[in-house]
């Protein structure tokens, strides 16, 4: 009875430790940073015109839009993407270095 308890616990432990399967719309990686460098870009782009707040909230969803069809996905598959994303911190973390990353090079490469 001890060798089966001490089964199960080990089944569980082994079980608890693989990876969590990644639900079926969710985007890579690779693809959540080029949509969240592209964000950012557009964001930054749309606070650096001369017009008014009001303005501004109106043509940021058209070029956020803009975005979404340029990768070939509705907007709610980056939101359910976000928030899967969002819910380990350290993978999120790891994202979001990785589109600073993305973002200093373009940067570097328009200086040079």
Known sequence: ??????????????????????????????????????????????QSLSIPYDSSKVLYPILEKQIFEKYGIPDSVYIESLEYYLRDVSKMEYLYERTIDSLTVREKNIQE
Do not use: R
């Not at 608890?16 to 940073?33: A, H, T």
């Open 1 to 46: 009875m001890k060798y089966t308890y001490l089964a199960f616990a080990f089944i569980f432990a082994l079980a608890s430790c693989q990876e969590k399967d990644v639900p079926e719309n969710i985007l890579s990686e690779d693809q959540m940073v080029n949509i969240l460098v592209d964000i950012h870009l557009t964001e930054g782009f749309v």
